[in-house]
């Protein structure tokens, strides 16, 4: 029989620990099942991997904090230091998952497997996604060709990477992709299929580092509109934001009022990054930013544009380095 691998299962909460009131309710939940609760649900994992758990917090991610994905990072880095852990599985809540993702990319030390998974059902709906998500994860955080591909997210059968996944729909199983890029793997029957290697900077090859105190500086995003007013870019100004991530129309494009609020950041000292609202291509460089001064965010979506930056200056980067890590990450 060969040895198994050992897989340490460390949970957060979500709706793949949740359950609702009736097994046809998909919505209004309770996050309630504990780490070992998880576990117990999916017994085929023990001929998977030996399987350790580790329960940082268990909450619904709408609430969740820095201060929380801190402790969650530095957990994570301490257990693939170990000769007894193999990789990681991460169960997260699905409406915050891609910023943690981005985080653990940029900050986890490792080349060791480390597969992120949550569920877009509760585990008492009739079609709960969770148990098979997880089983999954465990089964992809175990395989060989999972090492140094950085931050995995699988859900739905497929294998994202951190750097490009996001949500894209509110409800649905499938509501995960990577516009950017595509997906880089799968999981088809108990197979693992690894597709594409992640070229952009991840793990030691990473010039981010997870901060020492679990505190990231204010980075808003403010979203432009028709008929936008620079009243919003005077507020994040005056309530201590060190910059602010727009997410523009179309290519990046300003309207009046974002080009107002663009200038009144400048005068004031705080960066601004040009997004998109729009969820796929990338934001290019433009006669805009010269004029505005503002940094164009390539092919960051907004939410993930203010991960990065509030990243970066945690840790005192530049202008010219956030450009960089914008062009480049």
């Known amino acids: 029989m060969p040895i198994l691998k050992r897989v340490a299962v460390v949970t957060t909460g979500g709706t793949i620990a949740a359950r609702a009131a009736s097994q046809t309710a998909l919505g209004d939940y309770e996050v309630d099942q504990s780490a070992q609760d998880l576990l117990d649900a999916v017994p085929q994992l023990a001929e998977l991997a030996t399987i350790s758990v580790h329960e940082v917090c268990n909450i619904d991610s709408r609430n969740m904090t820095f201060a929380l994905q801190h402790q969650l990072i530095s957990q994570v880095q301490q257990l693939l230091a170990r000769v007894d852990i193999d990789g990681v599985v991460i169960t997260h809540g699905t409406d915050t998952l891609e910023e943690t993702a981005l985080l653990l990319q940029w900050c986890i030390k490792s080349s060791k497997p480390v597969v992120l998974t949550g569920a877009m059902r509760?585990?008492?709906?009739?079609?709960?996604?969770?148990?098979?998500?997880?089983?999954?994860?465990?089964?992809?955080?175990?395989?060989?060709?999972?090492?140094?591909?950085?931050?995995?997210?699988?859900?739905?059968?497929?294998?994202?990477?951190?750097?490009?996944?996001?949500?894209?729909?509110?409800?649905?199983?499938?509501?995960?992709?990577?516009?950017?890029?595509?997906?880089?793997?799968?999981?088809?029957?108990?197979?693992?299929?690894?597709?594409?290697?992640?070229?952009?900077?991840?793990?030691?090859?990473?010039?981010?580092?997870?901060?020492?105190?679990?505190?990231?500086?204010?980075?808003?995003?403010?979203?432009?509109?028709?008929?936008?007013?620079?009243?919003?870019?005077?507020?994040?100004?005056?309530?201590?934001?060190?910059?602010?991530?727009?997410?523009?129309?179309?290519?990046g494009s300003l309207s009046p009022g974002a080009r107002e609020g663009a200038l009144y950041?400048?005068?004031?000292?705080?960066?601004?990054?040009?997004?998109?609202?729009?969820?796929?291509?990338?934001?290019?460089?433009?006669n805009q930013d010269s004029e505005f001064h503002t940094l164009p965010a390539h092919q960051f979506h907004a939410v993930a544009a203010r991960t990065l930056v509030a990243l970066a200056l945690a840790q005192g980067a530049t202008r010219d380095q956030i450009a960089y890590y914008l062009r480049h990450y």
């Open 122 to 251: 509760p585990a008492s709906a009739l079609s709960a996604d969770g148990a098979l998500n997880l089983y999954h994860a465990v089964m992809v955080a175990s395989h060989a060709d999972a090492h140094d591909l950085g931050v995995l997210v699988l859900l739905n059968d497929v294998i994202h990477s951190a750097r490009f996944v996001q949500k894209v729909h509110t409800s649905v199983p499938d509501a995960f992709a990577s516009p950017v890029q595509g997906a880089i793997g799968l999981v088809s029957q108990g197979v693992v299929y690894i597709n594409a290697v992640p070229r952009r900077p991840f793990g030691l090859s990473s010039a981010l580092n997870l901060p020492i105190q679990p505190e990231l500086p204010q980075v808003d995003i403010i979203f432009d509109h028709v008929s936008a007013q620079a009243n919003l870019y005077k507020a994040s100004v005056l309530t201590g934001s060190k910059a602010v991530v727009i997410a523009a129309v179309g290519n």
């Open 265 to 286: 950041c400048h005068e004031k000292g705080v960066l601004c990054i040009r997004a998109s609202r729009i969820t796929n291509g990338a934001v290019s460089p433009s």
